[in-house]
């Protein structure tokens, strides 16, 4: 989780908090909350690779711990959404609750808040925002592309079908143009073998007349 830690304190008493992960954010935000205290306003401190960010107003001093790569925008927005959300319900009893006094109630919201900001940092963040669209849009574009890509295989399929249906016609026509002459030439034939037995049967016909006592050559 990028948010690690939250707390609220009055002074150096630390009157709720909550923590992700187990470690010493508590103790080394301790070291800081006499320095936070004296000055209103938003600050931060780098410390083995989290940002230590505070927000002094009214009083109390509001810290949110989150890994260095996170930034600095959504700890900020979310400083300033922890700080309203404590004024409005808890201002007035933390004046003189005991360390940890509010940390069985407000404790849990900040819980809750920790683990909404980093599920929706776009809520807190115009940066976090604006990546989500990025994201959003290179995935509509992600899909398309390959959306085109898919139907430029089917387009490419196509194609070799037509060719292949061209190639097919064309040889189809070229066996049909070799047959119709083949045809021809064997119609040719039969005329003229027919011709030759019209010929060679009358040839006989009149040889058997010439030979049977008639005289051929008056």
Known sequence: MPLIY?????GTITVAEYAAFSGNFSAVAKDFLEKAGKTEGKFTYNVDGHTFNFFTKTGFTYLV???EAYGRAIPSAFLDK???EFAAKYAERA??????????SFGKQLKTMMEHATQYPEEYSKVASVQQKVNEVKGIMTENIEKVLARGE?????????????????RFQRTGK?????????NCKMKLVIAMAVILL???IFLLVCFSGGNCLK
């Open 178 to 186: 070799a047959l119709k002459r083949k045809m021809w030439w064997q």
């Open 95 to 104: 004046q003189s609750v005991k360390e940890g006094g509010l940390t069985g």
């Open 154 to 170: 089917k387009l490419e399929l196509l194609t070799d079908k037509t060719e292949n249906l061209v190639f097919e016609a064309d």
């Open 202 to 204: 009358a040839v006989v």
């Open 6 to 10: 939250s707390s609220v304190s009055r």
């Open 82 to 84: 922890m700080s309203s």
């Open 65 to 67: 711990v989150a890994d």
